[in-house]
């Protein structure tokens, strides 16, 4: 009997023994797990700032490019010039430098034959009203009419001539038709015989005319 007690108190001495070893091991393996991931951690973290550094001195020095430092009298100034800029582009008007430069190029041909479409523009808003005046007679309106359609014939006779007429070489034409009659200015200092001869045959066949009802004016304007 002593023997076998003997026996099994040997035994539970040596797993109590190995226990214990098996804990310090366990313990001894946590802690240096735990000192590997913070080391890893730091290195990761060096890592990343060592990149950061070495990627913008290698930007710099593969692109050839230095730092810009821009100091607040250097972004006043430049916002100074973007508001100059600004002002200058919303101060221009396109249209009005187009209409300019095509005053310029077409001289008195532009304003007469502007100043002809508005007056003729107020005669057919009048004529409009009186057609459509409950008021009015039938025979009135109809005289209206009759003179809305005129006034549309005459135009389109002198844009078919001035058309030509451009087309032939006579620039800066202006043609009026008044009861019958063509008054042709042209924009030339002397219209010799053939040019007189071409023009007046041009005004006969797109509007009708007859040549002694036609008159031919050179206006040039001499600088």
Known sequence: MKNIFKKNQMIITALAIMIAVAG????????????KVQTGGDAATEEASAAEDISAEDLYAQTGLE??????????SLDSDGEETAEVEDGEEPGEAVLASSSAGTGFAAEAKLTREQLRSRNKETLLEVINNTNISETQKQEAVDSMVELTDIAEKEAAAEILLAAKGFEDVVVSITDGQADVVV????????????????????????????VITPAAQTE
Do not use: C, P, W
């Open 24 to 35: 310090y091991l366990n313990y001894s393996g946590s802690k240096l797990d735990s000192a």
């Open 187 to 214: 924009n030339m200092e002397n219209v010799d015989d053939a040019g007189r001869a071409q023009i007046e045959d041009i005004v006969k066949r797109k509007t009708g005319i007859s040549g002694e009802n036609i």
């Open 67 to 76: 730092e810009l430092q821009f100091e607040d009298g250097d972004i006043a």
